[in-house]
């Protein structure tokens, strides 16, 4: 039997990376969508449609899969996980790796620590082999700054001078083929960071080293901040999750550093400066 690798949230930050790294090393590759007409994937990748409320639409995503790379929606009341997770035990998927996030679990964190945990346990309950994934911020969070940037304006700050351990998302995509591909990773939860602990104030200072030219940022209080994360979209109680957890890193609750990441890689983690060299052309550099 040849083994078929389903990626959920294939056109996400992480979801597109493990279908790209998944395919460059020969991987047969199922990529999961809303919007199959919107998704850019490597040549031999197959592409469908699916909706975690369309219980058929995973029933079909999960038919023949041996491993399935698991991406909810971290959002108070969610359920996606859990209605992955009940496809993949049906269809007998052996092998499951959840995305989940740093601090779950810690009533430090507020609303948003339990936003993963109905999801976690599930997996951890599935029957499968499991392998769970909590990384940090993301260092491509600070795109969002791009137009500020350009315009010469101040970058929102709305952690004030909190540490973290920010992540290179290659770095979290590359764990997950690894766990999704080879042995060894059964029965871990692994805690994803950078090797260095930076605030928004130190990632301002290396864009304007990167970019030759002046880089601020703005402290949000606590009612801006929650205008701001209200302009994503987001309901009031999830705004009120991420507001306890911009409150958190504040507090230096996230000021973390592991070694999860070179062992799982063999290397060092990337550092933030890594990824916006790699990426200086979005802010603007000639």
Known sequence: MVSMILVTGATGTIGSEVV??????????RALTRDP?????????????????????????MSGVTAAFL?????????????LVAAARAAGVSRLVKLSAIGTGDPELGPSGSWHLDGERAVRDSGARWTILRPSAFASNTLSWADPIKAGEPVPNLTGDGLQGV??????????????????????????????????PGQAAVLADILG????????????????????????????????GTAYVRRGGNAV?????????GRTARTYREWAED????????
């Open 20 to 29: 790209r790294q998944l395919a460059a090393r020969g991987e047969k590759v």
């Open 37 to 61: 007409a919107k998704a850019v994937v490597p040549p031999g990748v197959e592409v469908l449609r699916g909706d975690y409320r369309d219980p058929g639409s995973l029933e079909v995503a």
């Open 71 to 83: 991406v909810g929606v971290p959002a108070p009341g969610t359920w996606h996980d859990q209605a």
């Open 167 to 200: 992540v290179d998302p290659r770095d979290v995509s590359e764990v997950a083929t690894r766990a999704l591909v080879d042995p060894g990773h059964e029965g871990r939860t692994y805690t994803l960071t950078g090797p260095e602990t930076i605030g928004v």
């Open 213 to 244: 030219r002046r880089v601020t940022a703005r402290d949000l209080s606590a009612s801006e901040v929650r205008q701001y994360v209200l302009g994503w979209g987001l309901d009031e109680k999830a705004a009120d999750g991420v507001l306890a």
């Open 257 to 265: 550093v592991t070694g999860d990441v070179p062992e799982v890689l």
């Open 279 to 286: 990426h200086k052309g979005v802010f603007g550099a000639g």
